[in-house]
Structures are given as C-alpha cells and as structure tokens.
C-alpha cells in the first residue's frame, strides 16, 4: 500500500493514537551493512525523524515522543559521543525552520546538564523558539533514563514531606506523574521500536504502563511515513481493555 492510501485507511478508521513513542535503534547496523562508521548510521536517522514528524502531523497525533539518546549510551565509546552531540547541534540547526513553521513545539527531554554546553544551549534556544505553538508536540529523550527519572521524581516528593507541604499519605499517581519530564502530556498510546529488539531499554516505563508495543524489524535509518503508518493501522486493530471485558 502507498502512503496516501494508509493515511486515508487510517482517517477512515478513525482511532488516532494521542501520543506515538519510539525507540529509534539500528543506526549502527545500518552503517555496519555498508561498511560505513557508525556515525554515518546516526547522520542517516536524521532524514527518518523528519519522516516521522511529516507522517505524525499528517495523522492528526498530538504527541511525539523519539528517545535519541539514553543514560547508558554515554558508556559508547567518546568519539561516537561526540558524534551524536555535533548530529543533535547540527539537526536543530537545519530543522530549527522548518519545525518551527510546521507549529512542532519541541522538547528536548533527559538530563540535560551532561550535554555538551553548545548541544543543550542549541536546545534550550529550539524549546524556546517553538514554546507557543500546539499543532505537535515532539519530545526528545537525550540523555534520558527513565529509572532516574523515578528518582527524580521520588526525591522531589520527599523533599516536599521534608519541608511539610505534603503529608506521605497524599502521594499518588497523579504526584508521582507530575514530576516527570512527561508531566501535563497523556501517556503513550503506542511505543514502536525499530531494528527489530524486542526490550525496553529503560524508557519511559511509568509511562507506557498500558501502550501498545509495536516492533518493527526495520532498521531506523530505513524508516519511513510507511513504517509509522503501518504501525498505526496495526494499532487500529488492537483491541485495548485496560483490564476490563470487552462490552
Ligand atoms: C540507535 O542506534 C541510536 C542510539 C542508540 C543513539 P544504535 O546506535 O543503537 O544502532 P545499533 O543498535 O548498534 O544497530
Ligand atoms: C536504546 O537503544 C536507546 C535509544 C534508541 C536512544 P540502545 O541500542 O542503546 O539499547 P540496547 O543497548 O539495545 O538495549
Ligand atoms: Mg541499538
């Protein structure tokens, strides 16, 4: 099927995802394929984001979420390190405009004090730059885990019962969601992962309590508006009970 058809398919069935997540991976074997270094496999994903992003705006869904970079990834040898934070300094830079055009409100989500100082002040500019608009929200995981971010968020709340404002009985969901990088953003709908792994990898595990897994045996540099379409048609089918009976 062509794009044009998925997406009149997907209209027509008419569940659309809120909130799509995915865990771009299979940059290097990509590169490895081809002979190529590693970082080239990173520097061809590019074209594959601005796919998703076309698609996903497309599709009418709200929320973006795209881990680029976890905690675990700064055990990757130095110079591909580099290579990532120059690929993220240089992906703002050329798509600053057009995502700025498009209405994209970006993210840029994670610990972000371990960035190189250009990389996060690239990214600081890009969350301000686009903070107005409302036609897609993208979120950036780079140098993201999401157990520290449990963390985080479990020390905040301590600190809250330290100080008095909050009595340990009142935590709940609601208060542990609200001090997550996602907080104010529904949960993912549907977490795709590409290349054809089938884990996690620590991200968002709060989060995707009841998303739909989708995993993809294409590698992310070869992903395309197609991928993420038949990710959503799939997603279409899905029957989601939430632990209840179907009526
Ligand atoms: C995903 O591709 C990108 C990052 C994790 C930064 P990989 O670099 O993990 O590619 P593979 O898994 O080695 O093929
Ligand atoms: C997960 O991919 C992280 C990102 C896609 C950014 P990895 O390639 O780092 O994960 P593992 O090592 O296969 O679990
Ligand atoms: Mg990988």
């Given at each position: 099927m062509k794009a044009p058809e998925m997406l009149a398919r997907i209209r027509e069935n008419g569940a659309i995802p809120r909130h799509?997540?995915?865990?771009?991976?299979?940059?290097?074997?990509?590169?490895?394929?081809?002979?190529?270094?590693?970082?080239?496999?990173?520097?061809?994903?590019?074209?594959?984001?601005?796919?998703?992003?076309?698609g996903a705006i497309e599709v009418g869904i709200e929320v973006l979420s795209l881990f680029a970079f976890s905690q675990e990834n700064w055990q990757r040898p130095v110079t591909e390190i580099q290579a990532l934070m120059s690929l993220l300094e240089e992906y703002i830079a050329r798509e600053a405009d057009e995502l700025a055009a498009q209405g994209v409100r970006v993210r840029v989500l994670g610990d972000l004090a371990r960035l190189t100082p250009p990389a996060a002040a690239a990214a600081a500019q890009l969350m301000e730059r686009t903070a107005h608009n409302d036609r897609l929200v993208l979120n950036l995981f780079i140098s993201y885990g999401s157990r520290a971010e449990i963390v985080r968020a479990a020390q905040q709340l301590a600190e809250e019962v330290r100080a008095g404002r909050m009595a340990a009985s009142d935590i709940d969901e609601d208060a542990i969601a609200e001090r997550l990088f996602t907080a104010g953003v529904p949960d993912p709908d549907l977490l795709i992962r590409t290349s054809g792994e089938q884990r996690i990898s620590n991200f968002m595990l709060w989060q995707v309590a009841y998303a739909e897994l989708y995993m993809s045996p294409v590698l992310w540099p070869n992903f395309r508006r197609q991928e993420l379409y038949a990710a959503i048609l799939d997603f279409q089918n899905r029957d989601r009970r939430f632990g209840r009976v179907t009526a």
């Open positions: 799509v997540a995915i865990i771009m991976d299979g940059n290097g074997r990509w590169a490895r394929e081809r002979n190529l270094p590693r970082p080239l496999g990173h520097r061809s994903g590019m074209k594959s984001v601005r796919e998703v992003v076309e």
